[in-house]
């Protein structure tokens, strides 16, 4: 029903936009559209109460300028996260209905292991109510005191686990990443000959693991290529290395492979996770975002063989925190929900959609000259706030700064992906400087339209058009030893 005008490829690099010929609504040669329209309608609405621009400055002031002690009731639009925030389908909800609650055993837990052995491919999974629990359990596996965990970016929650087991992580993204402005293909790719060089520098037993994250969050939603994936499988291989994938993101980011990769075009998204999750040994998923469901993580084992007791240590250790390895802290409904949304997050035409939002938010920053991470990644916008608060360092937060004008502009909540969220040295208790001061729009999945996507623009332009007259950023007068961002009240420097 639709095509593709401009863009005889859609690649990343070239213009970030679709412009699209609606044959069926125009008739004859068409009208041409900005957009992907939604693949789906509206059968339950949630009212949405809009405050006044006073209200909201005083609700900030009272969340001690920390986006995370908002009430959602006092957001219009909610950016925190694509993170559990997502619309299930009316198969999803049908499913709940037929939640097995048994202890042990249930048929929802059985219908789950069929589907994500089916799309992954693995000996072993094991459900667990989250992706951090994932990370709980399999962690402290690998590393302890001394090693070191190497990631081609860690999220907040992944690099906390590698520091509570003892261990140390470091980050070996490609160069490319780090230029916000710079438009390349696969800019959450590892950085391979940087990966081998730390490798032989702190000595190949001393890196407890290699940890894959797609799509690469703290760098923008960033996809990673088949061909990196594989490299890095290699040089795993080659030291005897455990190499695991972050998987929370595994069909946006295969769906970028499918879009933009040499010789991936015919492939199916289901045979590019397939292929993806083939390179490594194990994964720990978020269920929470790809797999379209509100509650759920995964963990999975490729090779029951290859790591003599594991799978057993993994149940047992499931049973000590998140309970009986058949559940995984989920219920019965929930697990399946899952069953039903790993293969959801599947479907091209949604995938076009959603992916669809994200070009068009960032076509509209395009046209009025705002940075982002770009070309624009696979979960949100990811606003370079670097670049609109150039006067404001590291230490003040600018992304922080800029989330709370977004939600001041037009009650809309996003948050800091930058030197606020990374926090301080673990050995030293200083403010580390992140490589990036992004403001991060993540898009819920089904959730909002295409109206809220140029609310969520007008709004980034205005703050925009503001920013030299908000001259200093934010101090923190509290904070937690550990993930502070979520937590910490921050004043604004007078
Ligand atoms: N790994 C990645 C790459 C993530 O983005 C997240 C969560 C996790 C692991 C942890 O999963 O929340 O289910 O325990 N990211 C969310 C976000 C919270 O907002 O990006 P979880």
Known sequence: MYMVLECSMPTRHSA???????????????????????????KVVEPLKMLTFQEREKKIAEAHNNVFYLRSEDVYIDLLTDSGTNAMSQFQWAGVMQGDEAYAGASSYFKLMDAAKDVFNYDYIQPVHQGRAAEKVLLPLFLGEGKFAISNMFFDTTRAHVILAGARPIDCVVEAALDP????????NMDVEKLERLIKEHTPEKIGLVVMTITNNSAGGQPVSIQNIKETAAICGKYAIPFSIDAARYAENAYFIQRDEAGCQNKSIKEIVREI??????????????????MGGLLGVRDGQKYGGLIQEIKSRCIEFEGLYT?????????EALAIGVYEGLDNNYLRYRVGQMEYLASRLDDAGIAYQAPVGGHGVFLDARAMFPHIPYYEYPAQALCVELYKEAGIRCCDIGSFMLGNDPDTGEQLKA?????????????????????????????????????????????PQILRHFQAHLEPIA
Not at 327 to 335: I, K, V
Request: aromatic share 14%; net charge positive.
């Open 16 to 42: 970030c936009r679709y412009v699209l010929y609606h044959k069926s609504l125009f008739g004859g040669d068409g009208m041409a559209i900005k957009y992907i329209p939604e693949p789906f309608r509206i």
């Open 327 to 335: 559940y995984g802290g989920l219920a019965g409904r929930d697990l």
């Open 435 to 479: 490589d990036f001061e992004f403001s991060r729009l993540a898009i819920p999945r089904r959730v909002y339209t295409q109206a809220h996507l140029d609310v969520i623009a007008d709004a980034v332009i205005e703050v925009s058009k503001r920013a030299k007259n908000i001259k200093r950023g934010y101090k923190i007068t509290w904070e």
């Open 277 to 294: 999750f083939s390179y490594a040994d194990m994964f720990t998923m978020s269920a929470k975002k790809d797999a379209i469901v509100n």
């Open 181 to 188: 402005a710079k438009r390349a293909p696969f800019k959450g």
